[in-house]
């Protein structure tokens, strides 16, 4: 299968979608961001000088994964009917992992809007942090699972792990 965002003489365009049936279509992405024990303790206390760190974080992923058509070119602007941004905290390697589900009823998917709420959570994460931490490392951004259309489900392992 060849890329679908080209042309046959190479021009970008955008993937016409209108011939496709409408079906339930989610995707979750995952990503973390490493941070010293002091940024980890704030953001996990509630202590971060600039407030709370995750509750903000989140407001900014869901906002993000709605606006995700005016930021990356191509994509398809979606009636998107459930966005959540969820953290899990990792105290023992200081990390943050933020997970983003994206679901909608559509003729195209959503995965692009589940990784870019999972990063711009991330992002801000590190925003709202770098006052005390300037060295975090966001790492491990990726799509986890995705339903629906003509892929059906797919499944993906974390970074540096592979299925059976």
Not at 56 to 63: D, E, F, L, N
Not at 76 to 102: I, M, R, Y
Not at 131 to 144: F, G, N, R, T
Request: proline letters at 4%.
């Amino acid at each position: 299968m060849g890329l679908t965002h080209f042309d046959s003489q190479g021009n970008a365009v955008m993937v016409d979608v209108g011939e496709k049936e409408a079906t339930e279509r989610e995707a979750r992405a995952r990503g973390r961001i490493r941070m010293t024990e002091e940024a980890f303790q704030a953001v996990a206390e509630g202590t971060a000088k600039k407030g709370d760190v995750l509750g903000v974080a989140r407001v900014a992923g869901i906002m993000a994964a709605k606006r995700t058509p005016d930021l990356i070119p191509l994509c398809h602007l979606l009636a998107l009917t459930k966005v959540a941004v969820d953290f899990n905290l990792h105290p023992e390697s200081w990390e943050v992992e933020a997970v983003c589900t994206v679901r909608c009823s559509g003729k195209t998917g959503v995965e692009m809007e589940a990784l870019t709420g999972a990063s711009v959570a991330l992002l801000t994460v590190y925003d709202m942090c770098k006052a005390v931490d300037k060295a975090m490392v966001i790492s491990e951004i990726y799509l986890e699972e995705k339903r629906g259309g003509k892929s059906g489900e797919i499944h993906n392992p974390p970074p540096g792990e592979t299925y059976d």
